[in-house]
Antibody, heavy 119, light 112 residues
Framework: EVQLLQSGGGLVQPGGSLRLSCADS????????MTWVRQVPGKGLEWVSA????????FYADSVKGRFTISRDNSKNTLYLQMNSLRAEDTAVYYC????????????WGQGTLVTVSS | DIVMTQTPFSLSVTPGQPASISCKSS???????????LSWYLHKPGQPPQVLIYEVSNRFSGVPDRFSGSGSGTDFTLKISRVEAEDVGVYYC?????????FGGGTKVEIK
């Protein structure tokens, strides 16, 4: 069974940085695209960033482009999200998600980690 | 960006009764590969979201057959044939035709 274990959330001041991690317990990590999705408290789901299985392709929402960097280390089965120049509006629960076979998007999800940007 | 619009905003359903959620996209989700990139997710309280349906009508592994998806082009529907207590949560449709992937605003399902 696929398990995605997230770490790295917490409280950070505006303008600060934080790195989120998402470790995959399975053996097929490098085959699948990975994505970060967030949920602002009381709001809906928002796609943040995605990366191809090889890491060669990356995509970002306009709201985070230039501030966030997605990456992966397939030798460690781990996905990362480096978040710089954080703003109050980045406060959210961040989820990592792994694609499934074929066209299945977000077949597996991490448990979520809360990022709070506040002074 | 493709805009996804869900209705209704919320539903209160008696157990055993059906429920239906509509999702409309601002442009067709039909790809040149003849697949339509529309998925449905359920976000239960205190849990991460889970995928229910992909490519409009395909149930993900383990999803009960009381959940069904239908539609084409820009109009889609998720139906629950007989709502159970465990079905409470917020339901989202999502398009994965092109980045940025976009979700509908969500439909909160409660039990009467």
């Amino acid at each position: 069974e696929v398990q995605l274990l997230q770490s790295g959330g917490g409280l950070v001041q505006p303008g600060g940085s934080l790195r989120l991690s998402c470790a995959d317990s399975g053996f097929t990590f490098s085959r699948y695209a990975m994505t970060w999705v967030r949920q602002v408290p009381g709001k809906g789901l928002e796609w943040v960033s995605a990366i191809s299985g090889s890491g060669g392709g990356t995509f970002y929402a306009d709201s985070v482009k230039g501030r966030f960097t997605i990456s992966r280390d397939n030798s460690k089965n781990t996905l990362y999200l480096q978040m710089n120049s954080l703003r109050a509006e980045d406060t959210a629960v961040y989820y990592c998600a792994k694609d499934g076979v074929g066209t299945i998007k977000f077949a597996y999800w991490g448990q979520g980690t809360l990022v709070t940007v506040s002074s | 960006d493709i805009v996804m619009t869900q209705t209704p905003f919320s539903l209160s359903v008696t157990p055993g009764q059906p429920a239906s959620i509509s999702c409309k996209s601002s442009q067709s989700l039909l790809h040149t590969d003849d697949k339509t990139y529309l998925s449905w997710y359920l976000h239960k309280p205190g849990q991460p979201p889970q995928v229910l349906i992909y490519e409009v009508s395909n149930r993900f592994s383990g999803v009960p057959d009381r959940f069904s998806g239908s539609g084409s082009g820009t109009d889609f529907t998720l139906k629950i044939s007989r709502v159970e207590a465990e079905d409470v949560g917020v339901y989202y449709c999502m398009q994965s035709l092109q980045p940025p992937l976009t979700f509908g605003g969500g439909t909160k399902v409660e039990i009467k």
